[in-house]
């Protein structure tokens, strides 16, 4: 499996409220807005990135991180493999990506997606 991108998820109230005070305080820029999720980047960089989210629409619970991969199939053998957790998926969502979440033996969830 091969990782291409990886980033945080903050859980946030107010999407519109917390994109004003994060891009305020961090000269970041929306790069992608959905409505429930939007991802911040610098200007020059968008390998550098941060997502706000209020409430995943299809997944049971919202992750923490997300990490964009080269093979899901590869990426869902391995994490069953390493006895994760699967919560949710694979599934092919809306807006162009296939995904899915596992949870880690701390409780952290991870949304592991690809795009189509």
């Known amino acids: ?36 999720i939007a991802t911040l980047a610098p200007p020059t960089d968008h390998s550098v990135q941060i997502s706000l989210i209020t409430k995943d629409p299809t997944g049971p619970v919202n992750p923490a991180a997300s990490i964009e991969v080269a093979d899901l199939e590869a990426a869902l053998d ?29 409780g952290n969830v991870v949304n592991v997606l690809a795009h189509l």
């Open 1 to 36: 499996m091969s990782a291409l991108r990886a980033m945080p998820l903050l859980t946030v109230t107010d999407l519109d409220a917390a994109v004003a005070a994060h891009t305020r305080a961090t000269g970041m820029e929306v790069i992608m807005n959905h409505g429930w």
């Open 78 to 106: 391995g994490a069953r493999a390493a006895g994760l957790e699967i919560l949710y998926g694979p599934a092919e969502e809306e807006w162009g990506v296939r995904r899915f979440f596992y949870r880690d033996g701390d």
